[in-house]
């Protein structure tokens, strides 16, 4: 998969403010760029992952797994 994100040079105390567009409230900070585009792919993952207690869903539901 494949996001695009917004790096943004932090106005206080230096570093990087990082954020992806389409995934609102997906955001992360880095005091380098190197380790705020890590940070924001670690913070994507955990945005992304699928929490099972969330899932509600009925007994005639079908769940089905598609590539994006």
């Known amino acids: 998969m ?4 917004v790096l943004e040079p ?14 609102p409230g997906c955001i ?3 005091d380098t760029r190197e380790e705020a585009l890590e940070n924001i ?3 994507i993952e955990l945005y992304l992952e699928v929490v099972e207690d969330d899932l ?3 007994e005639t539901a079908e769940q089905v ?3 994006v």
């Open 2 to 5: 494949r996001l695009r994100v």
């Open 10 to 23: 932090s106005e206080e105390g230096g570093g990087y403010t990082v954020y992806v567009p389409s995934l």
């Open 28 to 30: 992360s900070e880095g």
């Open 41 to 43: 792919r670690e913070a």
């Open 56 to 58: 509600v869903c009925s």
């Open 65 to 67: 797994e598609i590539a």
